[in-house]
């Protein structure tokens, strides 16, 4: 098997100048957390596999993302960087592409034009579109949803866009699939459920979505500590774990991360 990659994630609040890292709890609650640059150096310089950038408002302002910030970054930060957040348009990508980006992530965009996906990934290749799906838990089941096993019992997880903001009523395992169908290379699956919460990946989503798309995925939501890691990767087929809290503030560094994961038996690049 591929190692498995550890990705801190930053989610940046560009609206105020100069820009910032914020962290929420199931996308409200928002706090500091740093400045996008400072700490994108920081994690490279302690084995983060990839980073991502994430430009949390860039779809709910109607504004474009963050060039400026990764070309900063691209300057002393030489691993894989993935950007986020407005872009609509294959002539936006180019432009973060050309900042210094190696894959993008389309979420709202692509929700509501799929074909965004296809005009990209025919550009710039599959690997170098990755989907972003904001899954929320929904209890009522209706007909035709992709019904999932989870501990509070049966549900479907509903899309959201916009940050977080509104919900489109697309089931998030069903456009999973559909997205690898169009040309996406790669699904950063975060649970809202879990995002920021300290409990763990949502595990039935993850593992549900891995194993119906032959693409990597990323989960993401939830994680406290490397243990909550190695349960994401001893449980179902995603290829990375991304995180936020823990690194930003200081809980955990990703180098630890990765011995605590090697020293349990998981393939980690070191």
């Known amino acids: 098997m591929l190692a498995r990659r550890i990705i801190p994630c930053l989610d940046c609040d560009l609206g105020v100048p100069g820009g910032r890292v914020v962290k929420g709890i199931e996308f409200k609650q928002i706090r500091y957390a740093g400045i996008p640059w400072e700490l994108a150096g920081k994690y490279y310089e302690d084995g983060a596999d990839e980073i991502v950038f994430l430009d949390i408002t860039a779809s709910a302002e109607r504004r474009e993302t963050m060039t400026s910030v990764i070309k900063k970054t691209s300057r002393s930060v030489f691993v894989p960087l993935a950007v986020g957040g407005g872009i609509s348009s294959v002539e936006q990508a180019r432009e973060v592409f050309n900042a210094g980006a190696d894959k993008i992530t389309l979420n709202t965009s692509a929700l509501k034009r799929p074909e965004l996906i296809s005009e990209i990934a025919e550009k710039y290749g599959n ?96 994680s406290a500590s490397p243990d909550h890691m190695l349960e994401v990767f001893e449980k179902t087929n995603a290829s990375a774990a991304l995180a936020a809290s ?21 393939n980690v690049r070191i």
């Open 127 to 222: 690997q170098a579109v990755v989907l972003a799906i904001d899954a929320k838990r929904r209890f009522n089941i209706e007909e035709g949803r992709k019904v999932v096993q989870t501990e509070k019992g049966p549900c479907w997880f509903e899309c959201s866009y916009y940050g977080g903001r509104q919900f489109t009523g697309i089931d998030a395992i069903a456009w999973a699939k559909r997205a690898v169908s169009l040309g996406a290379g790669e699904i950063l699956l975060t649970s809202m459920d879990r995002d920021g919460t300290y409990e763990g990946f949502d595990i039935p989503l993850t593992d549900t979505v891995s194993k119906i798309v032959n693409v990597p995925v990323i989960a993401s939501g939830g």
């Open 246 to 266: 823990i690194f930003h503030f200081g809980e955990w560094t990703v180098g630890s991360v990765k011995s605590y994961l090697k020293e349990r038996g998981v």
